[in-house]
T-cell receptor, first 114, second 112 residues
């Protein structure tokens, strides 16, 4: 398995609180992605990074921000969590442009916002 | 949305039978990928097929792609209980951006 660690694995928090999810990789891959998975929607891209300090928005980026200060770490922040952000969040990495290379996924963070 | 759609949503078969899942998508693509997800785990890449390919094999997996119909199929032959999982197709967009667009998945149950 690709060396991808997501933390925490589970989190329960209240509406309005800030939340930060961490993705750590040991593969030295250039590209990192954050997805959310919801029933009936499949996986949807939130943000991705194509290098240190280089990020871009995905399909469902509203309410989320990201940062990548080191190759190995990609952080996803919910500045003020809402109940609609209850979901399972997955980090993925790829060695090259994601569309013609496989992406390798972490095991997810289950986030519940009450 | 450029999201693909898998069909059927759920499939239940006996061990040893073949399982076929279909994926339809809406826009032109450069390639299409299939992933498997076991319960509570992340997605695992199975196979990538490029738009100029019609069929690809990997072990017990066979993937076909028909770009004229904007559809792909994943065939798992001689299924095993360990194949029980959700299967997703993912396509890139016609813009050539780095995004993958995932379908909603087929839930496969293989009964021992």
């Amino acid at each position: 398995d690709a060396g991808i660690t997501q933390s925490p694995r589970h989190k329960v928090t209240e509406t309005g609180t800030p939340v930060t999810l961490r993705c750590h990789q040991t593969e030295n891959h250039r590209y990192m992605y954050w997805y959310r998975q919801d029933p009936g929607h499949g996986l949807r891209l939130i943000h991705y990074s194509y290098g240190v300090k280089d990020t871009d928005k995905g399909e469902v980026s509203d309410g989320y921000s990201v940062s990548r200060s080191k190759t190995e770490d990609f952080l996803l922040t919910l500045e003020s969590a809402t109940s609609s952000q209850t979901s399972v969040y997955f980090c993925a990495i790829s060695d090259s442009t994601g569309t013609n290379q496989p992406q390798h996924f972490g095991d997810g963070t289950r986030l519940s916002i009450l | 949305s450029q999201q693909g759609e898998e069909d059927p949503q759920a499939l239940s078969i006996q061990e040893g039978e073949n399982a076929t899942m279909n994926c339809s998508y809406k826009t032109s693509i450069n390639n299409l990928q299939w992933y498997r997800q076991n319960s509570g785990r992340g997605l695992v890449h199975l196979i990538l097929i490029r738009s100029n390919e019609r069929e690809k094999h990997s072990g017990r997996l066979r993937v076909t792609l028909d770009t004229s119909k904007k559809s792909s199929s994943l065939l798992i032959t001689a299924s095993r209980a360990a194949d029980t999982a959700s299967y997703f197709c993912a396509t890139d967009g016609e813009t050539g951006a780095n995004n993958l667009f995932f379908g909603t998945g087929t839930r496969l149950t293989v009964i021992p």
